[in-house]
């Protein structure tokens, strides 16, 4: 807290303080074109005095470096405060340049690329004016039916961890003009809704919230992140935003964290529909008494905060903490000097989807793309003579990704697009069908077929509209819409030199697929510069890298699916997996594994791993010991090879997962190159949240693993005593 935070609190009324921890929309404030003014729109049910929402502390949403000088100078102008707002924004996977969805950044296990990936969209997004991103999202996910996947990392807390820390410097940086506080969120366990439906219920035990969903909030928190959003949901059946436990206990007291708490959107009203609040003045105070400091989108706090101070319930220090949190947070973004901060209409203009940037995207999308499948057919050569693109996603911007912020559909390169560019006039496309998740119609069929015999290769580009996924879009059926495999079966009667683009904001259930298609190229949702990664990677410009961080499963009824499980008392062996054995626990009508397990992806090269050592077979806790293996690119492409190492605690205390992921590394390797690759084991990486909910590691036996994905088998073991 610096003194001079303290002196603009001094000068503040009660009212102007309890209204500093409002938060509605920017629009609000625009002179110009606003649909959303105070009395409409989603402001409406808001109960809030008209002339001081110019003072409010904050507001979120709105793009633009015009609109932002425009609702900054009306907002400034009718404040009597003078005290300028903080802009906050929900800049998820890029600002106007959009890079892939952060589920496939994810998969190209490179933190650096997610750091300068985060870096850009901070300096478009601070341009524009914004102060804050409600990024990054690190929710622990299993459940491939929920939207919400793709702003995630995956499912293993490590990765999310690691991605955690990568997105917040990215963002943060030295906190200098061009970089955004960042807000983790949701802050906990929002990833665990139950069946994958956004809103829902989480049912967690404290010791698997600790072991698997707190982590990378954690890590989020030590890396310096300077807000953090409260879930809608339950935890321990007591709504987060009122989770004194987890927001004081252990946010705030355990982590010591100092930083801006916001409600996610209307959460503390949503409080009495939960039914853990009687009403709008029982849920300001539970809110404030978890010191969530914001209240995002509902009035309780303007509403009853001051009642509840005359009543003796809250006091006046409780509140003033809050404001100088938001205070400190608007000084470390240094817009007490300069309401205006890094907004800039003409630089805006010039960064905004700059070469430079649009370059960084392209990047972004091809390392984090995912071969899955290759027969063979891929890469296509260059000197191809016609090429056939067809499918509902083949000619369309819609594949930037949901949450696309200030990114826009025609400025987004489409595989039509990347392609021509490459190949010029020897690609022709056809839709051959509709996108609907429900469509039915084949009127499109015969072209696309017609097509696909006369070319010498098909480009399929199949899958899920960006909409399907995101806030809100979940799905009970994950497969591939039924029409897209007609379509498929189709062309393959015709011409088998095919390769399927798969565009997906989640795992999908995709078996059918795999026995049918002779490649698939899993491209997620990529962004704008989408259209000319695809055709890069397609057409062996660019080599796959990417590897998947979260579970494709066989079929919708594995889910949720995750590598990183316990055993059970009765566990299926691998060895067993494809047959039927009684009264272990299995399916009958499906094996064990996954479709595609995690950390899995292909390359047009091959990687060889041998000479794996362990430097020793015992370890004291204050000592350190190293896993190493060769790896050698054997195959007829330079490449890139994300290695994985893992560890398994045989026995515990408490049942410990079949392996987790304690380290990666991404190498670059030309035809015939070997390299070595090290990572240090030290005790801390071996603790785990016992019983008694004590951070532990317990001595006794340990096994490593080194690989290309989570089915690697162990090659050490050693002894921790
Ligand atoms: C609700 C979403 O859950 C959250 O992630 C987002 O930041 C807010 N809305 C603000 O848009």
Request: contains cysteine; charged residues 25%.
């Amino acid at each position: 807290m610096s003194r001079r935070t303290k002196e603009i609190l001094a000068k503040m009324t009660l009212d102007d303080k309890i209204y500093h921890l409002e938060q509605i929309t920017t629009a609000t404030y625009l002179t110009k074109g606003s649909t959303y003014k105070v009395i409409t729109g989603p402001n409406s049910k808001l109960k809030l005095d008209k002339e001081m929402i110019y003072d409010i502390g904050t507001s979120l949403n709105l793009v633009g470096a015009e609109t932002m000088i425009d609702a900054l100078t009306n907002y400034l102008d009718k404040s009597k405060s003078k005290r300028p707002p903080v802009f906050m924004q929900d800049v998820i996977h890029g600002h106007r340049t959009l890079y892939p969805i952060n589920l496939a950044v994810a998969a190209s296990f490179d933190r650096e690329l997610a750091r300068e990936l985060a870096s850009m969209a901070a300096k478009e997004a601070s341009l524009d004016g914004v102060g804050v991103t409600f990024a990054p999202m690190v929710d622990l996910v299993r459940d491939p039916r929920w939207g919400r996947v793709m702003e995630s990392s995956g499912e293993d807390p490590y990765m999310n961890s690691e991605m955690a820390k990568a997105t917040v410097r990215g963002f943060q940086g030295d906190m200098g003009k061009y970089n955004l506080a960042a807000c983790v969120k949701h802050f906990a366990a929002y990833g665990a809704a139950e069946a994958g439906r956004d809103y829902n219920t989480v049912d967690v035990s404290e010791r698997t919230l600790r072991e698997y969903y707190l982590p990378a909030y954690k890590a989020a928190v030590d890396a310096g992140v300077k807000m953090l959003m409260a879930a809608f949901n339950i935890v321990d059946g007591v709504p987060c935003v009122g989770n004194k436990h987890l927001m004081k206990d252990i946010l705030r007291d355990e982590w010591g964290f100092d930083g801006v708490v916001i409600s996610d959107y209307g959460a503390v009203e949503e409080m009495i529909v939960h039914g853990a609040c009687e009403d709008k003045k029982e849920a300001a105070l539970r809110a404030i008494e978890a010191e969530c400091d914001i209240e995002m989108m509902s009035s309780c706090y303007a509403e009853h905060l001051r009642a509840l101070i005359d009543e003796g319930k809250v006091t006046e220090e409780q509140i003033d903490k809050s404001v100088l949190r938001i205070l400190d947070l608007k000084e470390s973004l240094g817009i007490l000097d300069n309401p205006y901060r890094s907004v800039n209409v003409e630089e805006s203009k010039r960064v905004q989807l700059s070469p430079e940037h649009r370059a960084l995207a392209r990047k972004g999308a091809e390392q984090s793309a995912v071969l899955l499948k290759n027969d063979g057919v891929l890469p296509f050569s260059k000197n191809v003579s016609s090429v056939a693109l067809i499918g509902p996603l083949a000619s369309t911007g819609k594949i930037h990704g949901s949450w696309h912020c200030g990114g826009r559909a025609e400025e987004t390169v489409s595989v039509y697009e990347g392609l021509s560019k490459l190949l010029g006039d020897r690609v022709k496309y056809a839709p051959g069908c509709y996108v609907e998740y429900n469509s039915e119609d084949e009127s499109l069929f015969d072209e696309a077929v017609e097509l696909a015999k006369s070319s010498e290769c098909v480009v399929l580009c199949l899958g899920e509209h960006q909409d399907y996924s995101g806030e809100a879009n979940c799905r009970a059926d994950i497969e591939l819409p039924e029409i897209q495999y007609k379509l498929l079966d189709k062309i393959l009667e015709v011409n088998k030199n095919v390769a399927v683009a798969l565009f997906t904001g989640r795992p999908l259930a995709i078996s059918r697929l795999h026995n049918t298609a002779p490649a698939i190229l899993n491209m997620w949702m990529p962004g704008t510069e989408g259209g000319n990664a695809c055709a890069n990677l397609l057409f062996g410009n660019a080599v796959p890298s990417g590897k998947i961080t979260m579970t494709f499963p066989r079929a919708l009824g594995q889910c949720p699916i995750y590598y990183n499980h316990y055993t059970t008392g009765r566990p299926k062996l691998l060895k067993d997996d494809l047959n039927r054995v009684l009264y272990t626990s299995s399916y009958i009508d499906v094996p064990n594994s996954p479709l595609y397990p995690f950390g899995y992806g292909l390359s047009y090269t091959t990687f060889e791993y041998s000479d794996m050592s362990l430097s020793a077979a015992v370890m004291k806790s204050d000592e350190k010991i190293v896993a190493s293996a060769k790896i050698k690119n054997t195959g007829g492409h330079k490449g890139k090879e994300a290695v994985q190492l893992y560890i398994r605690d045989v026995k515990g205390s408490c049942v410990r997962p079949v392996k987790e992921l304690k380290g990666f590394e991404k190498i670059e390797l030309d035809v015939g190159e070997e390299a070595t690759v090290s990572f240090e084991i030290t005790e801390p990486m071996l603790r785990y949240w016992n019983q008694k909910l004590e951070h532990v590691s317990e001595k006794g036996e340990f096994e490593v693993f080194i690989g290309k994905d989570s089915t690697c088998v162990p090659f050490a073991k050693f002894e921790l005593i």
